[in-house]
């Protein structure tokens, strides 16, 4: 018996026993850390890192690293659409409707010296330049579904801060209900603003809850480089939660108003684009279903198409910023 125990011992060795200490203490360490909440969100932000060195071609622009986020919902398992694909289908009518024309002609946007105005229903209004922006809050990467209202969509891996790191420092004033964010319009650099699909400048907006919403992101970089031009550099709004467009690039000036202010997409065509402009695959566009997407990169014209989620997969985070409303009406 004494001879039996003795060998099924040896058969099965501790870890610690066959590991070499500092091993050991790292898997064991990884292993309870495996159990917070954390570990989830991390694990996805490892996957999808290593998934760079197949999408990514480093060292194209500077550098701006971000820490994992922490904010719940910041980061998705799914894979990455590539560097590419994000850097060359563009929405940016200022530089043309063409999904190409951004990317083509968006190399010449002039975006250093740069400035954004705070301005309206805030105790701290005033001039804020780029590289004060830059620094304002720790840099965190956030990666986000962008789900486009025409039917396709992207997953990004930003680098930015929560908006609400800048709407907590100039201090709204208690008759502060929304914000609008507008974004360049110069005719000398921009092509696009001699068309009059849209118009300029082009303005969206949030009511107050959703633009301090975590969630809400202030983005200055993707795959750990500063923006590229045509992605809207050098800061943009990311909301993740909503159709693309509420997501406004190379912002100028943020005020905050007392009124829903009147929003590029929603002047234009009312009954199409509304102000809330959640993803809600209940709501069709008048034109066309919303539904389903298709994922830049990864699905084909053949391809099942895939099921788009409400609020784009962030009702977890967002959902009750919208209890009680009617969703149909508040398109
Ligand atoms: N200033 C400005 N911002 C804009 C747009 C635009 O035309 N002009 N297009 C929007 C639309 S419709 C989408 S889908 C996203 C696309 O962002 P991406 O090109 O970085 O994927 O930007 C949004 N922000
Ligand atoms: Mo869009």
């Known amino acids: ?24 203490a790292a898997r064991r360490d990884w ?12 694990l996805a932000a490892w ?62 946007l002039k975006t250093r010296p740069w400035t954004v105005v705070v301005e309206g229903e805030v105790r701290k209004p005033g001039t804020y330049d780029i590289e004060t922006l830059l620094k304002l809050a720790p840099m965190e990467e956030r990666i986000y579904r962008l789900r486009c209202v025409e039917g396709w969509s992207m ?37 696009g603003l001699n068309s ?21 992101l202030l983005a200055f970089g993707l795959y750990g480089e500063v923006l590229p031009n045509q992605n809207g550099a050098p800061l943009r709004l990311v909301v993740p939660w909503k159709y693309g467009f509420k997501s406004g690039k190379s912002l100028v000036k943020i005020r905050f108003t007392e009124k829903q202010p009147q929003t590029a997409w929603n002047v234009a065509a009312p009954h199409e684009y ?39 997969g962030y009702e977890a985070q967002v959902g009750q910023l919208y209890a009680g409303m009617d969703l149909k009406k508040y398109y």
């Open 155 to 191: 997953v990004i891996p930003w680098v930015g801060y929560s908006l609400n790191e800048l709407i907590r420092r100039v201090e709204p004033t208690g008759n502060a209900k929304y914000v609008a964010f507008h974004t360049l319009a110069d005719k000398t650099q921009m092509p």
């Open 1 to 24: 018996m004494r001879y039996l125990r003795h060998a099924r011992t040896y058969d099965h060795p501790v870890a610690s026993e066959i590991t070499p200490r500092a091993v050991y």
């Open 31 to 42: 292993l309870r850390w495996m159990a917070t909440g954390a570990a989830g969100a991390t």
């Open 47 to 108: 996957a999808n890192r290593q998934a760079w060195a197949q999408t990514r071609a480093p060292g194209r622009l500077a550098a701006l690293p971000g820490a994992a986020s922490k904010v719940a919902g910041a980061v998705t398992m799914e894979k990455l659409t590539a560097y590419d694909d994000v850097t060359s289908y563009n929405n940016f009518y200022e530089f043309g409707t063409d999904k190409a024309d951004p990317a083509r002609r968006a190399g010449r």
């Open 274 to 312: 509304g102000f809330y402009a959640n993803v809600n695959p209940t709501v069709d566009h008048p034109r066309w279903s919303q539904a389903t997407e298709r994922r830049i990169g990864e699905d084909g014209l053949f391809t099942r198409k895939r099921p788009t989620l409400m609020f784009n």
């Open 196 to 216: 009059r699909v849209l118009l300029w400048p082009y303005v969206e907006g949030l009511r107050l809850d959703e633009a301090m919403h975590p969630l809400t």
